[in-house]
């Protein structure tokens, strides 16, 4: 078992990572000195039973309460928010009480941000069950709810009071959901680390066979990225936005098939990636070299075809929503563009015509 420490502004916590790690959950609070007398445990629907029921039993508090959740965008929303306060409340939860949430990201932002609001504060542990959320959305303190007009666009910064990341969750995972993690694993390792990427490349295959070894370290070397990152700039002033390669693209294409099963977060992200890249030797900011063995990578992975889901028509619709991106500030559209492998630039700012531009190039050639 590895353990990393978070330290913010906010709070400081810990990240365990290992295999099989829930039946250890009593002695890990005990040794974190987490306490609390009402729990409410926030499940993912599509956790299997097993890992459920092996929580449940591991959680010694005098009144234990569970939440199922069937997690989708679609109801990553208000109702299922107040349906929690409610439960919250019925039962008289204090500030010393705690939510756990055992799911993956979508799961984990809407746990922590009814953690956020109710009272102001409540203890919060999270259990995240995908590889995504085990890399990205478990740290770093991000939390919030869809709306009509978005996704994310209502929320809170409020980091966790313990993160426990059980590599045996994943073996329950399909192949697809396996992919959707790594797309963030890949991410970080473009950002920071190019020895990351040269393993990454070296080693995909065991990777995503989720060989323990193999998964575990870069679980561990991902996380240990993303430390930096929010350590460095918790409320995403400056820095953390690099952590953004790939999702101006992502979420506009998502967004652009109306968050359809044909594409979800992690390939979104990955295609955002392929984007990002081919802009970044577009501007003349990345080299040949590095270049081709990025586009080598998502080869391997079979991501290199983005006409598989867009054409010409769909121009427009992709750069509205790019427009309406979170890190925009100005009527031009930001983009994280990359230097080399190990480092990017976080302000780079496009007018509309040569987005389109590129846009064009993208799905005609």
Same mark, same amino acid.
């Given at each position: 078992? =590895? #353990?990393? %420490? !978070?330290?913010? &502004?906010?709070? $400081?916590? @810990?990240?365990?990572?290992?295999? *099989?790690? +829930?039946?250890? /959950?009593?002695?890990?609070?005990?040794?974190?000195?987490?306490?609390?007398?009402?729990?409410?445990?926030?499940?993912?629907? =599509? #956790?299997? %039973? !097993?890992?459920? &029921?092996?929580? $449940?039993? @591991?959680?010694?508090?005098?009144? *234990?309460? +569970?939440?199922? /959740?069937?997690?989708?965008?679609?109801?990553?929303?208000?109702?299922?928010?107040?349906?929690?306060?409610?439960?919250?409340? =019925?039962?008289?939860?204090?500030?010393?009480?705690?939510?756990?949430?055992?799911?993956?990201?979508?799961?984990?932002?809407?746990?922590? /941000?009814?953690?956020?609001?109710?009272?102001?504060?409540?203890?919060?542990?999270?259990?995240?069950?995908?590889?995504?959320?085990?890399?990205?959305?478990?740290?770093?303190?991000?939390?919030?709810?869809?709306?009509?007009?978005?996704?994310?666009?209502?929320?809170? /910064?409020?980091?966790?009071?313990?993160?426990?990341?059980?590599?045996?969750?994943?073996?329950?995972?399909?192949?697809?959901?396996?992919?959707?993690?790594?797309?963030?694993?890949?991410?970080?390792?473009?950002?920071?680390?190019?020895?990351?990427?040269?393993?990454?490349?070296?080693?995909?295959?065991?990777?995503?066979?989720?060989?323990?070894?193999?998964?575990?370290?870069?679980?561990?070397?991902?996380?240990?990225?993303?430390?930096?990152?929010?350590?460095?700039?918790?409320?995403?002033?400056?820095?953390?936005?690099?952590?953004?390669?790939?999702?101006?693209?992502?979420?506009?294409?998502?967004?652009?098939?109306?968050?359809?099963?044909?594409?979800?977060?992690?390939?979104?992200?990955?295609?955002?990636?392929?984007?990002?890249?081919?802009?970044?030797?577009?501007?003349?900011?990345?080299?040949?070299?590095?270049?081709?063995?990025?586009?080598?990578?998502?080869?391997?992975?079979?991501?290199?075809?983005?006409?598989?889901?867009?054409?010409?028509?769909?121009?427009?619709?992709?750069?509205?929503?790019?427009?309406?991106?979170?890190?925009?500030?100005?009527?031009?559209?930001?983009?994280?563009?990359?230097?080399?492998?190990?480092?990017?630039?976080?302000?780079?700012?496009?007018?509309?015509?040569?987005?389109?531009?590129?846009?064009?190039?993208?799905?005609?050639?």
């Amino acid at each position: 078992m =590895k #353990v990393l %420490k !978070i330290k913010t &502004k906010s709070k $400081n916590y @810990k990240v365990y990572i290992g295999h *099989n790690i +829930i039946s250890r /959950f009593n002695n890990i609070i005990k040794k974190e000195k987490i306490y609390f007398q009402k729990s409410l445990i926030i499940v993912d629907k =599509k #956790v299997p %039973k !097993i890992f459920v &029921k092996k929580l $449940n039993s @591991k959680i010694t508090s005098q009144q *234990n309460f +569970i939440y199922y /959740f069937n997690a989708s965008e679609k109801n990553k929303n208000f109702n299922n928010v107040n349906s929690i306060l409610g439960k919250l409340f =019925k039962n008289n939860f204090t500030r010393n009480d705690i939510i756990i949430c055992l799911g993956g990201g979508i799961a984990g932002d809407l746990a922590g /941000f009814a953690s956020s609001i109710y009272k102001r504060g409540l203890k919060f542990i999270n259990i995240p069950s995908t590889l995504l959320s085990q890399v990205d959305s478990s740290i770093g303190g991000k939390t919030g709810i869809n709306n009509k007009f978005g996704k994310n666009l209502i929320g809170s /910064f409020y980091q966790p009071d313990l993160v426990i990341t059980d590599t045996k969750l994943l073996v329950s995972l399909p192949k697809r959901e396996i992919i959707c993690g790594y797309a963030e694993i890949l991410k970080h390792s473009l950002i920071k680390n190019k020895k990351l990427f040269l393993f990454l490349d070296k080693n995909l295959n065991d990777i995503l066979e989720l060989k323990k070894n193999f998964i575990e370290k870069v679980i561990f070397e991902s996380c240990r990225i993303k430390k930096g990152v929010i350590e460095s700039d918790e409320k995403e002033v400056n820095v953390r936005k690099s952590l953004n390669l790939g999702h101006t693209f992502g979420h506009a294409y998502e967004a652009a098939l109306n968050y359809s099963k044909k594409l979800n977060h992690g390939e979104a992200v990955l295609y955002g990636i392929l984007s990002a890249t081919k802009l970044s030797k577009k501007l003349k900011m990345l080299n040949n070299n590095e270049y081709n063995l990025i586009l080598s990578h998502l080869s391997k992975l079979k991501f290199t075809n983005l006409k598989k889901f867009f054409n010409k028509k769909d121009i427009n619709k992709i750069v509205i929503f790019m427009m309406a991106d979170k890190k925009n500030y100005t009527n031009r559209i930001n983009f994280i563009t990359l230097n080399n492998i190990g480092s990017v630039s976080i302000n780079n700012q496009l007018n509309t015509n040569k987005v389109r531009n590129f846009m064009r190039s993208e799905l005609i050639k």
